[in-house]
């Protein structure tokens, strides 16, 4: 029987370097991944506190399916409050550790304290026969790779790792926290990128954790015939339709985002970029056959396979996923034209643990305001290798990010909100998605509640975006990926099939309704206000298309709407997830 009764949390507590395990509250069955840390944060975090100090609490949840055969529905939200926009952060990622955790029966791990001795690292061993940290000195300034290849030469290779990188060690803002891909060498290719996470994990000195499954089962259903049934049914519709979309990864929309005005050039002066092809998602399947590669899974039980493993002329590994965030932000927005370049620049970022969005648009802002060359990718790499994995100030500028840098060099086009710089879907030319960057309580957040739709504005894109934001909020707390592109009728069938409930439509929209206020609600405990919400000036005025004329027009008093909830339409159960 699919029940909560022998959930349980980890509780890590880094001032006494104690491990506790509570249960799991059986009133919280519905809460999973991103709602759960936003629940957990708004509940014991002060708003108020220092993201690096330690007051602040790192959240690593699985999602409510994670663990299950549900596919693709092992997501691992890591929430906090983040160093990089000051308000309540959840980013999350694929891999195995999500799955890994709750087949434990683990529903979150919450680190809070700090050591006293600062120069000490610490692991956190998490196994079959029990919880505890570990010393972890000689992984102290280890890049990702080198630190889980070390790591798995300890650990079974059957296990999964988060961690992270040097960049994380020292506090960057951009700092990630990545997850071991469920290929056989368990390679930190998956990143919970956005909003600085990584630096919080690092300011609790705790390099990695490892989770290790042992011969721990497959979650098992209430109802296994129902579930069974709806599993194929769903799977079956999805290959046969949305899995289209995908095939090939996200690096395979650059084109018709290009034609959209949603491909950004040089920091944003113009929506298309004129060397496109150069970036073209198309470039990397074709490098496939003769290099190696391929598109693969990065989880156990995905279905969809949107990353691709990326290969050099020699055949040998490169990095995964290289996806079009990626080669929009360090590849168009710089003028950095070549996949194969904007692929190392992925791996190095991977490697010092970086968000590529954060630092592909930090390089932008500092090309733009004649601290680099357009288009200089060895300038690119040289940075991340010599300035920011060394911590020289111009590295450590560019690692906190596009606000850092724009502020440093009094430039006038920094394109962000709430100190989180825009990832690559134009708020110009996309405006129900500008309505989620300038209200969802993330910052600039695509994944917050993307709408792929240029013909909207005005308050028709206010009400796109709110449906988009409950249904991503949803979707982010069920441990499906956005790719999977579920819908909430959809995540409703599952979780009824799972936990033998009657679970209404309606209810499952309010507890995602619920996640956003729950977030809305931390931040202004943070010093947030309505004047947040806004879209950034440069965005406002300066247009791009034909005549420069598709600018952000949608008013403050209008998108204050977004936050209000509107009457409910079968778009909100009947839309998918995007992401
Ligand atoms: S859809 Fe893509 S990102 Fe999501 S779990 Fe599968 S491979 Fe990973």
Redesign the pocket.
Known sequence: MANTENHKIIRVNMTEMSVNIKDFREDWKYLGGRALSARILLEECDPGCDPLGPKNILVLAPGVLSGSSAP?S??LSVGCKSPLTGGIKEANV??NPGQDLLRLGYRAIVVTGQPAAREKRWGLEIKPEGVRLVAADDYAGMWNYASCEKLFSHYPQTASAISIGPAGERMYKSASVACT?RERERRPA?HAARGGVGAVMGSKCLKWILVDPGKAPTRKPANPSAFSAFHKKFSKDYLAARHKT?EW?TSAVIPVANMLNTFPYRNRTAGRNPHFEGLDGARIRESFEKRGGGM????NG??????NMVHDKDGNYVTS?LEFETLTLLGSCCDINDWEEVAILDRLCDELGMDTIEIGAAIAVLMDSGGMQWGDANAAKALLKDEIAKGTDLGVLVANGVSSVGRKRGHHRVPMVKGQAVPAWDPRSMKATGVTYATSAMGADHTAGLVINPAIGGEAAVLASQESQIVNAVCDSSGF????QPSIDEIRQFYNAFFGDELSNEALADIGWQCLQEEWEFNRRAGFSSEDDDMVKCLREEGIGPDNAIKFDIPRDLLAKAKVRQPVSDTLFYGTAAG
């Open positions: 693709t092992g997501r694929g891999g891909d998956r995908f990864g693969h899974n990065c989880m995905c279905i969809v396979k949107c990353s996923a990926c956005l790719f999977l």
